[in-house]
C-alpha cells in the first residue's frame, strides 16, 4: 500500500514540473516588451539624394556640417546610393529646430566646468515616385556632455558638435534602413525651452 501511494505521489508531481515546464513560456512571452512589425524600406527606393538641412537656429553654418555627416554616413554604408536629386528615387529632407548649449556644473567662482549641447532636428524621407513620406522623425535628438577645454579630458564646444554630427548621421541612416522603433525622436515635454 505504502508503494502504490510513493508511486502516485511521484507521478503527480512529475505531472505538475511537466505542466509548468510547458506553460512557462506562455508567462515570460507575456512579459516581454512590444515590437512592432519591421518597416522595410520599399523596394523601388534604391537612391536617395540628401537636401542640405534647414537652419532654424542662430548659429551660421552648421546646417552644412550636419549635411556632410549624413551624406558620408550613407555613402560610407553603401546600401543606397547617394545621387542628384533628379536621379534619387527619394529625397531626405531635414531641419535643425534647436541648438542649446547648458551649463551643467561650476566651480567655487561660479565659472562652468561643463556642459550639455543639445541639437534636434526634424527628418523625414521622400518617395518620390508616390509622392508621399515614409517615414517622418520630428525633434530627433543628438546630446553630448563635455568638460571646458583648460580641464583634463576638456574639449571645444566645435568638437562636441562633431560628435553629435556623427551620432545623428549614424541615427537618421538608423532610421532609414531599419525602420519606425529603430531611432525614436524626444517627446515634446523633454525638449529644452529655447533660449535663442
Not at 540628401?50 to 556632410?68: A, M, P, R
Request: with cysteine.
Amino acid at each position: 500500500m505504502v508503494i502504490i501511494c510513493r508511486k502516485l505521489k511521484s507521478k503527480c508531481f512529475l505531472s505538475i514540473l511537466l505542466s509548468i515546464f510547458y506553460l512557462l513560456p506562455l508567462f515570460i512571452g507575456c512579459a516581454s516588451p512590444y515590437k512592432p512589425t519591421a518597416q522595410a524600406l520599399p523596394a523601388n527606393i534604391k537612391k536617395v539624394s540628401i537636401e542640405t538641412f534647414k537652419n532654424s537656429t542662430v548659429y551660421y553654418g552648421i546646417e552644412d556640417k550636419l549635411t556632410t555627416a549624413v551624406t558620408n554616413e550613407f555613402i560610407r554604408d553603401g546600401r543606397l546610393a547617394v545621387v542628384n536629386p533628379d536621379e534619387s528615387d527619394g529625397v531626405l529632407f531635414g531641419e535643425i529646430t534647436r541648438y542649446v548649449l547648458e551649463p551643467l556644473t561650476y566651480d567655487e567662482n561660479h565659472v562652468v566646468k561643463e556642459y550639455k549641447l543639445w541639437i534636434l532636428v526634424t527628418v523625414s524621407l521622400i518617395d518620390k515616385a508616390r509622392k508621399v513620406v515614409l517615414w517622418q522623425e520630428k525633434n530627433l535628438e543628438g546630446n553630448y556632455r563635455f568638460f571646458v577645454v583648460n580641464l583634463p579630458g576638456g574639449t571645444t564646444e566645435e568638437a562636441a558638435r562633431e560628435i553629435i554630427w556623427e551620432k545623428l548621421s549614424r541615427n537618421i541612416l538608423k532610421r532609414t534602413i531599419e525602420g519606425f522603433g529603430s531611432v525614436t525622436g524626444i517627446s515634446e515635454k523633454k525638449v529644452p525651452p529655447k533660449t535663442e
